[in-house]
């Protein structure tokens, strides 16, 4: 089987925490086993967990039905976050003058494939 035939991917372009944070929880996820993941993130306090989590078994999920990979195998290849829109409010303050509010969006992209023993030992 080719590279590609052993890989499944999930995105989501909108998530709304700056990509600095979510690239934090992203890397820790790499080169985990799928189990030990959605452990980490089930427990894990930060906010932003859930969204991470909804979009790994969103590719867990492509893995299953669309590739037809073995769970029990499946480990995180890849996780990489990138920058999406920035939402502009304003705050009064003092003087009639006004501060601004960014309010940042991200991209956030897991990629998982099938590995076998040999492969998990390097």
Known sequence: MTQDKLT???????VRISPLKLSLI?????????NSAINQ???????????????????????ENN???DIDKLFIKEAFVGKSLRM???R???KGRAGSIIK???KLTIIVEERTKKEKEN
């Open 41 to 63: 993130l089930k427990f894990s306090q930060k906010r932003i967990s859930g969204s991470v989590l909804k979009v790994l078994n969103a590719a867990i999920a492509n893995a």
């Open 104 to 106: 940042p969006f991200s």
């Open 8 to 14: 499944a991917f999930a995105k989501d372009n909108m």
């Open 26 to 34: 992203a890397n820790s996820l790499v080169n985990k086993s799928v």
């Open 92 to 94: 009064p303050r003092a």
């Open 67 to 69: 590739k037809q990979l």
């Open 88 to 90: 502009k409010r304003w």
